[in-house]
């Protein structure tokens, strides 16, 4: 008896490999009906230019039958089919990739089959995507966590592996005392000099700088008071760190299509030194009666990008909330001389008017050719607008005029957006599938600024993004996977959480809400 079991079990694995290797024949012709359209895709992987070596892009037939094959070709290549009862394609990873190597700057053709209830198939229109020959880089790291209607539950910093669906913790809200962290940020990302903001519940605001394995937690703050560091850049040397310092109030509107915003009451840019473990506020940065914001240093380090509006109230008033509906602002950009360390006067690049709304986010190529920004209706929070699209406009081209990166009016709720190290790769943060969780999307520009459609970027499980209650925003491409262990991070953070903060510091100053 016990010989047959034996022999049981040594079959099994020949038997699965069998089953996987049985061939899946596509339905005839002859028993096809034709369905004149294509296939609803969720997501919908259509029309799409996709990176040379991204994750396989899993997906659902949004078709009623009972039981679905899906067939993906090009011109070169061994053709993958798939099948399924429910409609969910998950590719083989070594099939995929195989697949997208061999059609390198050549279309991906997708055929689908559906078998209704009687057991006639139909088969749709075939859907192409284009492989683009631009590797994406490897990684991104970003910021999830499940919003509430005023706190926001697990927070944490994770990293994908936009290759596979490989995903790592970086931080969590309990190794920061249950404060917030927010708003990491890569020295030309890479993975091995980046830092972190941290704000914990008891504790100083501050700011985790990260090099190799090691890390230190320095206070922001200028002389140990005032506005802690907010959003930061990296200066392309290295050392220096310019960031905003923003007094942000969060507000709930009992009427209306929002139920939850944000105001900036003030807001200033800063400088730390590295080195020198020096803040400091560079009057030409801060002219009086503006409010700058969201710095972004060009890649040679001659510019500083920013945001700046005409403040609209005086800085005593608490709440000005019919004034912040008529902010917006334009971008600005100031030149940097590393000989004086001094910087210029401010210039504006995009007017308010330009774009007809408020421009915020600037980031430009790592090339230095295109500039890509946010435009909402009015204020400094694009996550929490109505509307919000990302515009381009190219620096190279004397007179340029910033254009929508997706032509036409729209609700696409696009926010916060990284570059990849070669400029052809954006990703951003975007509520645009339901208007309520951002999931993160890629979109290929070319080097004429042309950008392709966005797409969502695949799960493991095609259906992970339905059933997932959680955002996603803040992301940033990385070269390579993080060096720093949690435990380092968690011993740099350790002083700050436990230390006394001073009755002075204002609590909720220097860091974005979440969004």
Same mark, same amino acid.
């Given at each position: 008896?016990? %010989?047959?079991?034996?022999?049981?079990?040594?079959?099994?694995?020949?038997?699965?490999?069998?089953?996987?290797?049985?061939?899946? &024949?596509?339905?005839?012709?002859?028993?096809?009906?034709?369905?004149? *359209?294509?296939?609803?895709? /969720?997501?919908?992987?259509?029309?799409?230019?996709?990176?040379?070596?991204?994750?396989?892009?899993?997906?659902?037939?949004?078709?009623?039958?009972?039981?679905?094959?899906? *067939?993906?070709?090009?011109?070169?290549?061994?053709?993958?089919?798939?099948?399924?009862?429910?409609?969910?394609?998950?590719?083989?990873?070594?099939?995929?990739?195989?697949?997208?190597?061999?059609?390198?700057?050549?279309?991906?053709?997708?055929?689908?089959?559906?078998?209704?209830?009687?057991?006639?198939?139909?088969?749709?229109?075939?859907?192409?995507?284009?492989?683009?020959?631009?590797?994406?880089?490897?990684?991104?790291?970003?910021?999830?966590?499940?919003?509430?209607?005023?706190?926001?539950?697990?927070?944490?910093?994770?990293?994908?592996? =936009?290759?596979?669906?490989?995903? /790592?913790?970086?931080?969590?809200?309990?190794?920061?005392?249950?404060?917030?962290?927010?708003? &990491?940020?890569?020295?030309? #990302?890479?993975?091995?000099?980046?830092?972190?903001?941290?704000?914990?519940?008891?504790?100083?605001?501050?700011?985790?700088?990260?090099?190799? +394995?090691?890390?230190?937690?320095?206070?922001?703050?200028?002389?140990?008071?005032?506005?802690?560091?907010?959003?930061?850049?990296?200066?392309?040397?290295?050392?220096?760190?310019?960031?905003?310092?923003?007094?942000?109030?969060?507000?709930?509107?009992?009427?209306?299509?929002? %139920?939850?915003?944000?105001?900036?009451?003030?807001?200033?840019?800063?400088?730390?030194?590295?080195?020198?473990?020096?803040?400091?506020?560079?009057?030409?940065?801060?002219?009086?009666?503006? =409010?700058?914001?969201?710095?972004?240093? +060009?890649?040679?380090?001659?510019?500083?990008?920013?945001?700046?509006?005409?403040?609209?109230?005086?800085?005593?008033?608490?709440?000005?909330?019919?004034?912040?509906? #008529?902010?917006?602002?334009?971008?600005? /950009?100031?030149?940097?001389? @590393?000989?004086?360390?001094?910087?210029?006067?401010?210039?504006?690049?995009?007017?308010?008017?330009?774009?007809?709304?408020?421009?915020?986010?600037?980031?430009?190529?790592?090339?230095?050719?295109?500039?890509?920004?946010?435009?909402?209706?009015?204020?400094?929070?694009?996550?929490?607008?109505?509307?919000?699209?990302?515009?381009?406009?190219?620096?190279?081209?004397?007179?340029?005029?910033?254009?929508?990166?997706?032509?036409?009016?729209?609700?696409?709720?696009?926010?916060? &957006?990284?570059?990849?190290?070669?400029?052809?790769?954006?990703?951003? @943060?975007?509520?645009?599938?339901?208007?309520?969780?951002?999931?993160?999307?890629?979109?290929?520009?070319?080097?004429?600024?042309?950008?392709?459609?966005?797409?969502?970027?695949?799960?493991?499980?095609?259906?992970?993004?339905?059933?997932?209650?959680?955002?996603?925003?803040?992301?940033?491409?990385?070269?390579?996977?993080?060096?720093?262990?949690?435990?380092?991070?968690?011993?740099?953070?350790?002083?700050?959480?436990?230390?006394?903060?001073?009755? %002075?510091?204002?609590?909720?100053?220097?860091?974005?809400?979440?969004?």
């Amino acid at each position: 008896m016990k %010989s047959f079991r034996r022999l049981g079990l040594l079959a099994l694995p020949v038997l699965l490999a069998a089953w996987l290797l049985w061939p899946v &024949h596509l339905p005839s012709a002859r028993s096809c009906t034709d369905a004149g *359209r294509a296939p609803q895709l /969720r997501p919908d992987y259509t029309g799409l230019v996709i990176p040379l070596n991204v994750a396989p892009l899993t997906f659902s037939v949004a078709e009623p039958g009972t039981r679905y094959v899906v *067939r993906l070709s090009g011109q070169r290549g061994r053709a993958l089919v798939m099948t399924s009862r429910r409609g969910a394609m998950v590719p083989p990873a070594r099939a995929w990739r195989a697949l997208l190597a061999a059609n390198r700057e050549a279309d991906l053709r997708v055929d689908v089959f559906v078998r209704g209830g009687f057991g006639r198939w139909t088969r749709f229109a075939p859907v192409t995507n284009r492989v683009s020959g631009d590797p994406v880089d490897g990684y991104v790291v970003y910021r999830r966590f499940r919003p509430f209607f005023n706190s926001t539950g697990a927070l944490t910093i994770r990293q994908r592996n =936009l290759t596979s669906f490989d995903e /790592r913790t970086i931080m969590t809200r309990d190794e920061v005392g249950g404060g917030c962290m927010n708003c &990491h940020t890569f020295q030309n #990302r890479r993975p091995d000099s980046f830092l972190i903001h941290s704000r914990p519940r008891e504790g100083i605001p501050a700011m985790t700088l990260v090099s190799g +394995s090691q890390a230190r937690t320095v206070d922001t703050r200028v002389g140990g008071s005032g506005p802690p560091a907010g959003y930061a850049t990296w200066h392309p040397n290295g050392r220096l760190v310019a960031f905003s310092r923003n007094k942000i109030l969060q507000y709930f509107p009992q009427a209306g299509p929002r %139920s939850k915003a944000a105001l900036d009451v003030t807001s200033s840019l800063a400088v730390y030194d590295v080195c020198d473990d020096k803040t400091t506020v560079p009057t030409a940065l801060n002219p009086p009666g503006r =409010l700058p914001t969201f710095p972004c240093w +060009s890649p040679d380090g001659d510019w500083l990008y920013f945001a700046s509006a005409p403040a609209l109230w005086d800085k005593a008033r608490f709440m000005p909330i019919d004034e912040q509906k #008529r902010l917006r602002y334009d971008i600005q /950009r100031a030149a940097y001389d @590393a000989t004086s360390g001094r910087f210029g006067p401010p210039q504006t690049v995009v007017s308010a008017s330009a774009v007809n709304g408020s421009a915020l986010e600037p980031r430009v190529s790592p090339d230095g050719r295109f500039l890509v920004f946010t435009v909402c209706d009015s204020g400094s929070f694009p996550v929490f607008a109505e509307r919000a699209d990302l515009w381009l406009l190219d620096l190279t081209r004397p007179g340029a005029q910033p254009q929508p990166m997706e032509p036409g009016g729209s609700t696409r709720h696009d926010s916060f &957006h990284s570059w990849s190290e070669n400029s052809r790769w954006l990703i951003c @943060a975007s509520k645009r599938d339901n208007g309520l969780l951002a999931r993160l999307y890629l979109r290929h520009v070319a080097a004429d600024g042309t950008a392709s459609r966005p797409f969502v970027l695949p799960q493991a499980d095609p259906t992970a993004d339905d059933r997932d209650p959680t955002t996603y925003n803040v992301p940033e491409f990385v070269l390579g996977p993080i060096t720093v262990s949690r435990a380092e991070l968690q011993r740099s953070l350790r002083a700050t959480s436990t230390a006394p903060k001073p009755r %002075s510091a204002p609590k909720q100053e220097g860091q974005a809400p979440e969004g």
